[in-house]
């Protein structure tokens, strides 16, 4: 049942049936991430490491939970990373620049 106010028990009306195997299985022991909300009970699982990494430099988390996404970092940079650097953000290109280094890509768009 979907709850909607300041009272409710389930803010976000996240259910345990909604969080894929693959992640629970892809996820170490010790590793966390904060996950996006579209909307409530619509998580957006994909990890995005600026603001992962942003709530750790502005306090966001707990100091248990910072160690968790660093964690997941650490256990998991091949699959974050693979053959190319950890993008975090494009820097402003212009002209013919944003094309041959982003490859034309929409979501890569100046200051994505």
């Known amino acids: 049942m979907e709850e909607y106010?300041?009272?409710a028990i389930n803010k976000f009306s996240i259910y345990p049936y909604q969080i894929p195997y693959w992640l629970v299985d892809w996820i170490p022991e010790e590793g966390r991430y904060l996950i996006g909300n579209l909307e409530p009970g619509h998580m957006?699982?994909?990890?995005f490491t600026l603001g992962n990494l942003w709530s750790i430099v502005s306090s966001l988390g707990t100091q248990k939970q910072?160690?968790?996404i660093l964690n997941l970092i650490e256990?998991?940079?091949d699959d974050l990373v693979a053959h190319m650097p950890l993008k975090i953000r494009f820097l402003a290109l212009k002209y013919e620049e944003?094309?041959?280094i982003t490859g034309s890509d929409l979501k890569n768009t100046q200051g994505s």
């Open 5 to 7: 106010s300041t009272d």
């Open 44 to 47: 957006d699982l994909r990890f």
């Open 66 to 68: 910072n160690e968790g």
């Open 75 to 77: 256990a998991k940079c």
């Open 98 to 100: 944003w094309p041959i």
